[in-house]
């Protein structure tokens, strides 16, 4: 089974903060990373697929990158409605596996 | 609009059992693998099962492996999760999500809860 570790589990940050979210697999998984949003009381929405390819209707400030072992969400001028816990998700092999969550808290 | 929408959660006692469904419209439903992924209270997401377009290919967790079964109705455009032995630990929000490598489209979620 393929670990994926985020860090960190839980950010304060202020709006218009640039902020990084990482998001490490336990092997090599090529591209095959993908990003979510959960905001409180709501199913979770699809951010990033594959590593760095925006989904359709996602504002531009949210941006991924990485390849292999190693990934990034960046949020750039954060906004208020950004307060969410944001989770990664592997399907290069089954059991397909999430990270465990970064929330983000805006001051 | 693509929309799924599950139903059938609720409360049981462990040992008991619950079939989960989930209705899917506003895409061609036959043309994709489906998932279900559960949330436990206040925990994280956890895929559960995965079952293939034509239901030629059906994969589980190891959590669930020998309980729940996956199945699929084309022609009715639903998908279900048929859960037997259910214990406390399975106990979470079970979402339906549509499966394109990524899981693009997800549903709110039925709620299961196991106790006594």
């Known amino acids: 089974e393929i670990v994926l570790t985020q860090s960190p589990d839980f950010q304060s940050v202020t709006p218009k903060e640039k902020v990084t979210i990482t998001c490490r697999a336990s092997?090599?998984?090529?591209?095959?990373l993908h990003w979510y949003q959960q905001k409180p009381d709501q199913s979770p929405k699809l951010l990033i697929k594959?590593?760095?390819q925006s989904f359709s209707g996602v504002p531009s400030r949210f941006s991924g990158s990485g390849s292999g072992t190693d990934f990034t969400l960046t949020i750039n001028s954060l906004e208020a409605e950004d307060a969410a816990t944001y989770y990664c998700?592997?399907?290069?092999?089954?059991?397909?596996?999430f990270g465990q969550g970064t929330k983000l808290e805006i001051k | 609009e693509v929309q799924l929408v599950e139903s059938g959660g609720g409360l049981v006692k462990p040992g008991g059992s619950l079939r989960l469904s989930c209705a899917a419209s506003?895409?061609?439903?036959?043309?994709?693998?489906m998932n279900w992924v559960r949330q436990a209270p206040g925990k994280g997401l956890e895929w559960v099962s995965s079952?293939?377009?034509?239901?030629?290919?059906?994969y589980y967790a190891d959590s669930v492996k020998g309980r729940f079964t996956i199945s699929r109705d084309n022609a009715k455009n639903s998908l279900y999760l048929q859960m037997n032995s259910l214990r406390a630990e399975d106990t979470a929000v079970y979402y339906c999500?549509?499966?394109?490598?990524?899981?693009?489209?997800w549903g709110q979620g039925t709620t299961v809860t196991v106790s006594s």
């Open positions: 594959y590593a760095s």
């Open positions: 079952i293939s377009s034509s239901s030629s290919y059906i």
């Open positions: 092997q090599s998984i090529g591209s095959s």
């Open positions: 998700h592997q399907s290069s092999s089954l059991p397909y596996t």
């Open positions: 999500a549509r499966d394109l490598d990524s899981i693009d489209v």
């Open positions: 506003g895409f061609t439903f036959s043309s994709y693998s």
